[in-house]
């Protein structure tokens, strides 16, 4: 195996490992899980999503969601397919939803650092 090749795979390896670390930290059990209120919009809309597919029925045309008294309409079109790295881990770990929100916010982390490691040309991010 070439030597570049070799540091590519370890260093791919690294973010694998580095992006399950953050994601650790953050989502550990032991800290409280701050997530701001928009946040908490979308994670609700996302399990709403899980619900009425796995009863095999299309989201609410309109849902309104929100904390409290505070409701926003969101309309069918959201989410984007981004939010199907949130939605997916659930159909696989139905009973934990924590860890399938874990495995979500790990996927996103690490899809980034893949493609900011495959998207730099190579001579430009040697330190």
């Not at 989502?27 to 946040?39: E, L, M």
């Not at 908490?40 to 045309?61: D, G, T």
């Not at 409290?68 to 696989?92: E, K, M, Q």
Request: charged share 15%; aromatic share 18%.
């Amino acid at each position: 195996m070439k030597k570049e090749t070799r540091g590519r795979i370890l260093e791919a390896i690294a973010y694998i490992f580095i992006s399950f670390l953050v994601v650790l930290i953050a989502i550990n059990g032991v800290t409280p899980f701050k997530i701001p209120a928009d946040g908490q919009i979308h994670l609700a809309r996302y399990e709403q999503v899980f619900q009425s597919l796995r009863h095999l029925k299309v989201p609410a045309e309109i849902s309104f969601i929100g904390p409290g008294h505070n409701l926003n309409a969101v309309i069918s079109c959201y989410p984007w397919l981004g939010g199907f790295l949130f939605i997916l881990p659930r159909f696989f770990i139905y009973k934990h939803t924590m860890v399938a929100m874990f495995i979500g916010f790990w996927l996103v982390n690490l899809l980034t650092a893949l493609a900011i490691f495959w998207l730099c040309p190579y001579n430009w991010c040697k330190f």
